[in-house]
């Protein structure tokens, strides 16, 4: 009887391991992205929930430049198919002024996009957040002139 429960359970917790998986993400276009462009040039594309897209080119160490603007939207913000793009101005977005990239695969924190006349490309999300750890210590306050470290 107890091997019967063990098995069960057993059973019961690779089901739950097997549908946990099929849950997909959903698509979150609103952020940072990045593109490396070679081993020193990337190009920042920062999507907003307005629909606002800015495009910076970012080249070794100095501060990145604003080379475009445009606006974008989604064709379907549960499953996506494509992203249209149309820039603002005299800018120009991927060589055009209207474009438009086919999403291949996404996840949270990397999306691959075939965009035409340049081809697949893998775009990974810039994380706002810093974490940082502070180390803290002192000394002269136990008898042995120790002290408490955090």
Not at 10 to 33: D, H, M, P, R
Not at 124 to 141: M, Q, S
Request: hydrophobic share 40%.
């Amino acid at each position: 009887m107890k091997i019967l429960a063990i098995l069960a359970l057993i059973v019961l917790a690779f089901t739950g391991t097997a549908l946990a998986q099929e849950k997909s993400c959903s698509f979150n276009l609103v952020g940072t992205w990045k593109v490396q462009v070679s081993k020193t040039d990337a190009r920042l594309y920062t999507f907003d929930a307005d629909g606002n897209l800015k495009v910076l080119a970012v080249s070794g160490t100095t501060e990145p430049q604003e080379i475009a603007t445009a606006t974008y939207s989604v064709d379907d913000p549960e499953a996506p198919e494509v992203v249209t793009l149309k820039a603002t101005g005299k800018n120009r977005i991927f060589g055009r002024a209207k474009a438009a990239m086919k999403v291949v695969q996404y996840d949270d924190v990397s999306l691959t996009c075939s965009i035409p006349g340049i081809g697949t490309t893998r775009w990974t999300k810039v994380d706002p957040n810093r974490y940082f750890i502070v180390l803290t210590a002192r000394t002269e306050e136990f008898y042995d002139h120790t002290g408490s470290a955090f």
